[in-house]
């Protein structure tokens, strides 16, 4: 990835949630030191409950994680290639290396303790 691309991504990633997809989800996780990636879909109600507490934490968090989120019913080889069976599930991501994850409605808590184990 060139670095106009990367700091582009970084840069998108701090003020938003990035929406990932096959074709874009290795070069921007692979381009990016720390991300945590939402794998979700419109139809899962747990995932909509999430939604609003990823976004906040994103704003809260976005200077240091960069955010992603992958809709799994469009992006499926994604998802079973990092054996996403149950959704929400979110992976943090350090240089493109999938290190840790959380499944489910963990609630606020529970995704912010998996952001600050690697701050």
């Not at 990636?37 to 968090?61: E, H, N, S």
Request: aromatic share 10%; net charge neutral.
């Amino acid at each position: 990835m060139s670095e106009d691309k990367k700091t582009a991504s970084m840069h998108a990633a701090s003020n938003s949630l990035m929406e990932l997809g096959e074709k874009n989800f290795a070069e921007v996780v692979g381009g990016i030191k720390l991300m945590v990636v939402d794998f979700w879909a419109t139809w899962c109600g747990p995932c909509q409950f999430m939604l609003p507490i990823f976004d906040k934490l994103a704003k809260k968090y976005g200077n240091k994680v960069s955010f992603g989120r992958l809709n799994v019913d469009d992006n499926q080889g994604v998802a079973m290639r990092y054996d996403v069976y149950a959704i929400p599930t979110f992976i943090m991501f350090m240089n493109g290396k999938a290190v840790d994850r959380a499944v489910g409605a963990v609630g606020e808590k529970g995704l912010e303790g998996l952001l600050q184990k690697y701050q």
